[in-house]
């Protein structure tokens, strides 16, 4: 009888610290975002797409950095890491190649846990034609005695072109056809996934990317990472439509990519604020009024997106 009494009181006990423990980790905030990688497009000797009086390396620096500043006085326990802070080429690098892949190895390095890169969209002129009457000339048809005279109308055309009435807002994430580069890209990142807050902060080893189960484990991160920009960059979109901008909605560049956004281990978007080929949208774009609503547009979506990833409610890495 004693032994049964001091078997079910053990069993009890067990119960108990079982429920404590659970209790206790349940207690614990979920995964969160602690570093976020901010990438002002181009810098430097490349202005990237030129409106009438602005370039959109200037604009996105300029709402880069208000970007970053909102995040740090909504979340100052976040660490924030420019790609540039002034208008340079990012690491000050001489070609956009060697640019690109400071800016996809400095995320990595920094075991950023999200990256967002802002620019701005650009299009071509529509060119018009306009037949504006004929014109006779002469034409010579065979060889030798069998050649011939005639004369024919050309049809006479006037060329020209105006701009683009092209306005909106677009976020793109990576291709999926791209996921090959994304799981590389895994590899290379310091941290090998997301490390929670029950984890001591150490490096963990990297995986061995010949071995079938670790490259399938990183096919599944890949494939997390495409959910988690997917949601955060329908988010950006819907702010804006909020705001009341024309929502061109979230894309992809199915044949080439986006190299940063496909070279980044980690969630990764990049936002196209509204096109500088546009009059009435670069004056929006370059005002104190527009930048505020786009940053407050971008802090809005991040915050959502961080409490949904706190929450588990956006699927996250095994």
Known sequence: MKRSLLLLSAFAFSVFLLSFKAEKNNA???????????????????????????SEAAVSLQVSLKFGKAIEREFPGIKIIFTRTTDIMPGNKRTKDEGLKYRANLANESGGDLFIAVHC????????????GYKNTVVYTGKGKKRKKSTRKVPQYRYWTS???A????????????????????????????IDSTSDGTALE????????????????????????????????????????ISR???QRNDAGIW????????????EIGFISNRDEEEYINSDKGQDEIVEDLVNAFRVYKQKLESKSINTAP
């Not at 070279?263 to 990764?268: E, L, Q």
């Open 28 to 54: 614990v905030p979920k995964a969160t975002i602690k570093t976020l990688i901010i990438d002002p497009g181009h810098g430097g000797f490349d202005g990237g797409a030129r409106g009438t009086f602005s």
């Open 121 to 132: 969209n650009s299009a071509p002129h529509i060119r018009h034609r306009e037949l504006t």
């Open 163 to 165: 701009p683009n009435p």
């Open 167 to 194: 306005s909106g807002t677009e976020t793109y994430i990576w291709a999926v056809s791209k996921n090959d580069a994304k799981v590389n890209s895994i590899n290379k990142t310091e941290f090998y996934g997301e």
């Open 206 to 245: 990297l995986p061995d990317p010949s071995d079938p189960a670790e490259k399938a484990r990183m096919l599944i991160y890949a494939q997390q990472y495409f959910r988690k920009s997917l949601n955060l960059a329908d988010l950006v979109e819907r702010e804006f439509e909020h705001t009341g901008r």
């Open 249 to 251: 909605g979230v894309k």
């Open 260 to 271: 940063v956004l496909q070279a980044t281990g980690m969630p990764s978007i990049l936002v």
